[in-house]
């Protein structure tokens, strides 16, 4: 390999080679970074990945549309439900259909609620890397209430698969709305409680303010979207600037940083989450019963209790299972506001089960692919406190 | 809106066009790429999506590499593809886009299409001594031997390395 030949060669000289990862408490999964040092100022920072390689493009186009939604969990699994919402609006697009009213609605609850979950564990994990460990725990307690209400509405905490083509998979129980109308109460204040630890505090501003700037022009000829190139100053987020799901109709702001530094992302993000649980609460307010799922034969597995009664829904459930939906041919690129950027699918329909080529378009690659640019010249201790701010998930970054 | 543009300053670039779903898409050659995202570049499509490929190993330039735009400013989008042939290869956009660094490594790895001009391609997701291009339609799904390494000649890919 070429990191460990050229950590031999330098052996001898004043550099040092450090190996971050591949298992390392702040790379957050399986990615290694190579530093060379210079005393403690980083001169090369070589990144190297895919140790979270599995082949999911490969996969999906040997699994049927509805077969790939399991795998989409599996991306970014700190925001699992996002890349299910991401995933199906992309095959409805490919179909052209229209979800019904409700399914939309619990759509947007449950992608704000990932939202949050996902921004609590990288504020409170980049917090952790750069030694302050209470924020974390404050955090975490929501984190935890955000899972039982997945776990409510999806039966699973992690992996969801909580979409399906056409709609979600299933309405949302007895019990959810009491207990998000408490989230949104109890995380607000948590939310307080870590602003109080940590906005004003100068320690976290020592550790954080100046640390990974980078401009407006910079990031976005680097890829850059969501948090990270708001943090830059970019006002762009697909929810405002390419609504889907209704996106339009909820009254929230953008948050805009100014240097796209450590500290700006996270402000960022704070304020998202309080923009997310603003949206929330507009959901729960115009949450109207209703069907959750098309109805459409051709798209959504009929009723069960229907399937064992009807002899016509009985064929559409083995027509659907056996041979799968009557695709188009043609090619979508569908992208959604992520909670790490822009969550692209980009899917090549033969007309066949399976789709032809299926891609995914992770938010995170394209912002850690600027990660040497970001350090080079800081301090050791810098580049945990960037690798954190820029939110890496494996899962998401090698597929 | 930017198509029409383009057919006006360059024209005869665009081989071919549709739209399907609101997403627009042109096919250029791969002579003309360069001056295509040149123009793109200076009419505000400064944010490089991605790129990755489509493999139709039934054709004659089998590999499409797609190209996925976004113009910050008006919201638009465009798809553009350029067909390549086995062993061909592709301007790299490294110059203009430095996001385009790794998503060429990547098309690299996964494909085996190679970008002139590109400061460093390796294998992206992959290990070096890798045998193959695994998403090319003629590799298999189980991976092969995973642990061929070293000395091994692969089943596919002609036997090719990289």
Known sequence: MDSIALSRQMLDGDRMI?????????????????LELEGETIVRATPEMGYLHRGVEKLGENLSYQQFIPLTDRLNYCSAIMNNVGYTTAVEKLLDIQIPKRAEHIRVLM?????????????????????????????????????????????????????????V???????????????????????????????????????????????????????????S??????????RKAQPYLGYETYDFDIPVGTTGDVFD???????????SLRIIRQVLDRLE??????????VALPPKEKVYTRMESLIHHFKLIMHGMDMPVGEVYSATEAANGELGFYIVSDGGKNPYRIRVRPPCLPIFSSFEDQVKGGLIADAVAVLGAMNIIAGELDR | MIIEQIDAQLPGTVTDRHAFRGDQTIVIARENLLAVVALLHREGFQLLVDITAVDWPEREQRFDVVYHWLNLASQ????LKVPVAEGESVPSLTGTFKTADWFEREVFDMFGI????????????????????????????????????EGCTAPYNNGERN
Request: charged share 25%; with cysteine; hydrophobic share 40%.
């Open chain 1, 229 to 238: 190139l708001r943090a830059a100053g970019v006002p762009q987020d697909l």
């Open chain 1, 289 to 298: 019963p209703g069907p959750v799922m098309v109805d459409d034969p051709k």
């Open chain 1, 111 to 167: 992608s704000e609620l990932s939202r949050v979950a996902d921004h609590i564990v990288c504020v409170g994990v980049n917090a952790v890397d750069i030694g302050a460990f209470t924020a974390f725990l404050y955090l975490f307690k929501q984190r935890e209430t955000a899972y039982d209400l997945f776990e409510m509405a999806a039966g699973q905490r992690l992996h969801t698969s909580f979409t399906r083509i056409g709609g």
């Open chain 1, 18 to 34: 450090v190996n971050m990862g591949p298992s390392h408490p702040t790379t957050h999964g399986t990615l290694r970074i190579v």
């Open chain 1, 265 to 275: 992302r996270y402000l960022v993000r704070v304020e998202e989450m309080r923009q």
């Open chain 1, 169 to 227: 998979f299933r309405d949302l129980p007895e019990g959810f709305v009491p207990l998000a109308e408490r989230f949104l109460v109890e995380c607000s204040e948590s939310i307080d409680e870590l602003e109080r630890l940590l906005t004003r505090n100068p320690i976290w501003h020592d550790r954080t303010k100046g640390i990974g700037v980078i401009s407006a022009e910079d990031a976005v000829n680097w890829g850059y979207t969501g948090p």
């Open chain 2, 76 to 79: 638009e989008r465009l798809r």
């Open chain 2, 114 to 149: 190679r970008f002139d001009g590109h400061p460093d391609l390796r294998r992206l997701l992959t290990w070096p001594d890798f045998p193959g291009h695994a998403l090319r339609k003629d590799f298999p799904l189980d991976g092969g031997d995973p642990f061929c390494m």
